[in-house]
């Protein structure tokens, strides 16, 4: 049995990445850029996405594709190298949008900034479907359950790993839901559940998103 034998969450975090992105274009649609307040929670909303996307794909490119290329063939080779330069694509545009929203104020232009998300958009949608037909089926073929533990430690690690759980579910269907928090032994679940989903729903109501 692969050390990776449900990818269901990738494909729930993708769901997730492309969710908050269309929030992040709703809210900024919304803002009234003149308030210091509404820009300085509808940043805070951003950086949140920013800094989980980039330690999403730093997870993968360390720890699961530069992990298993010794042990793929060279199609399968090429494969995780086309993962690796999407992400660089992808920081390409992503280093863009987070300019836009380091120097957010009254004098920017919403059309320009949101054409940027619109942008992030279309790559993270094409990357994420060639991840999930391809180059997660590499990673399952040969990733090992030493690589898979410290990909999960790298991934409580992040900066705001308290979060990501209620986030993934929040807008996704109910059976989504339950594969996230399927993921964790019941009596734990039981604890950190509503702790978690408390702490992110006054995170939300706090940015206005």
Avoid at 45 to 70: A, C
């Amino acid at each position: 049995m692969s050390a990776m034998n449900d990818t269901s969450m990738n494909t729930n975090m993708h769901a997730a990445f492309k969710r908050e992105i269309r929030r992040i274009q709703s809210g900024l649609a919304k803002a009234d850029l003149a308030s210091s307040s509404a820009r300085a929670n509808l940043v805070r909303r951003y950086d949140f996405f920013s800094e989980t996307l980039h330690h999403h794909h730093e997870g993968e490119d360390t720890y699961l594709f530069e992990r298993v290329k010794p042990k793929a063939d060279p199609s399968e080779v090429a494969i995780l190298d086309q993962m690796e330069a999407e992400h660089g694509e992808l920081l390409e545009i992503l280093t863009t949008v987070d300019t836009g929203f380091k120097t957010l104020s009254d004098a920017t232009d919403k059309v320009v900034l949101n054409d940027q998300l619109e942008a992030l958009f279309t790559v993270l949608s094409q990357h994420c479907e060639h991840e999930e037909t391809q180059g997660i089926q590499v990673v399952q073929r040969y990733i090992t359950q030493e690589d898979m533990k410290e990909f999960m430690k790298f991934n409580r690690e992040g900066e705001h790993a308290n979060f990501v759980l209620p986030w993934i579910c929040d807008g996704a269907q109910p059976a989504v839901s339950s594969q996230v928090w399927g993921m964790i032994p019941g009596p734990v679940r039981l604890f950190l559940k509503p702790t978690m989903t408390r702490k992110y729903d006054a995170f939300s109501k706090e940015c206005g998103i």
